[in-house]
């Protein structure tokens, strides 16, 4: 069945280390999203992309970077962390057309800074 | 995107019927109401969504008021595992992303 994975699903690290969370979806959708959504929160749009070399970012993107080499992954990189970033993160994704961009959540990776 | 306005919380009674509101007043004419559900510590779930008519899957029923400012999520007969962040998000019809806020936290009990 197709799916979307996230990988770690969990990570510890240090301040100022650069940590990269894997994405990766098999439904060959065009639309991949990252999130964060901290203790008590709704989540919070980090990047986007609509296309292979496309990325955008959304409401929360200082401090990350996305890119998008194929279409089957969106690797989120912090690139360096600190403790304001440890949160749980969240990958999506979802086909473009009408009627078609129901969002698939994978299970979420739940990042420490120290 | 307009924003979207739903109790914090909510209880419900195991096998009644769930309705949860959202007010929407500031909507335009190409945003789609999207209800998602997020059970605890696992991603969101897709719900349904509507345009302008009432909609109804195997998971819920969507009402959507004539004048298109506000919504009702039904769940005909909650259960337990219906407990959840339940999210109602207005989103552009050509925009993909999504904007999420607090939610209504609805706990059935039973």
């Known amino acids: 069945d197709a799916e979307i994975t996230q990988s770690p699903r969990h990570k510890i690290t240090e301040t100022g280390r650069q940590v990269t969370l894997a994405c990766h979806q098999t439904w060959n959708h065009n639309n991949m999203f990252w999130y964060r959504q901290d203790l008590g929160h709704g989540l919070r749009l980090i990047h986007y992309?609509?296309?292979?070399?496309?990325?955008n970012k959304g409401e929360v993107s200082d401090g990350y970077s996305v890119s998008r080499s194929n279409t089957e992954d969106l690797p989120l990189t912090l690139e360096s962390a600190a403790s304001s970033q440890t949160s749980v993160y969240f990958c999506?994704?979802?086909?473009?057309?009408?009627?078609?961009?129901?969002?698939?959540f994978g299970p979420g990776t739940r990042l420490l800074v120290l | 995107d307009a924003k979207t306005t739903q109790p914090t919380s909510m209880d419900c009674a195991e096998g009644r019927a769930a309705n949860l509101p959202c007010n929407h007043s500031?909507?335009?004419?190409?945003?789609?109401v999207y209800w998602y559900r997020q059970i605890h510590s696992q991603g969101p779930q897709y719900i349904i969504h509507?345009?302008?008519n009432n909609e109804t899957n195997e998971m819920a029923s969507l009402i959507i008021t004539e004048d298109r400012k506000s919504s009702t999520l039904i769940l005909p007969h909650a259960t337990l595992r219906d407990t959840a962040v339940y999210y109602c998000?207005?989103?552009?019809?050509?925009?993909?992303?999504?904007?999420f806020g607090a939610g209504t936290t609805v706990t059935v009990r039973a």
């Open positions: 999506a994704s979802s086909e473009s057309g009408v009627n078609r961009e129901t969002q698939y």
């Open positions: 992309s609509y296309g292979v070399q496309d990325t």
């Open positions: 509507g345009l302008k």
């Open positions: 998000i207005v989103r552009f019809v050509d925009d993909y992303k999504l904007s």
């Open positions: 500031t909507i335009s004419g190409n945003e789609y």
